[in-house]
């Protein structure tokens, strides 16, 4: 997968529900407490490297990762830092 790969907008709503599919919300803490995507877990960009694996334990398991809007360099940072990690199917919002 290109390290480039997008989920888009519709189809993330229309898999929010599905269970295999991860969405994890890279800003810092705060930003997560006032508002995120719901079903979404919180792992802030500085904190993958150092908690990725326990808190993402399955290296295949589709995870889609996003910030603050398709602008906000924060997400790609993530994709490439989760695929250095080890995780196979990682995309961005």
């Not at 480039?4 to 993330?12: F, G, I």
């Not at 326990?54 to 906000?72: F, H, K, M, Q, T």
Request: charged letters at 30%; hydrophobic letters at 40%.
């Amino acid at each position: 997968m290109r390290e480039d790969a997008r989920v888009t907008h519709n189809e993330l709503l229309q898999r929010l529900n599905d269970p295999w599919l991860l969405v994890v919300d890279v800003l810092p803490g705060d930003s997560y407490d006032k508002a995120h995507i719901p079903g979404a877990i919180s792992l802030p960009l500085p904190e993958i490297r150092e908690n990725g694996r326990s808190v993402l334990r399955d290296l295949n398991r589709e995870i889609v990762v996003y910030c603050e809007g398709p602008s906000c360099p924060l997400a790609m940072e993530a994709v490439v830092l989760l695929k250095e990690l080890g995780y196979r199917n990682v995309r961005r919002l």
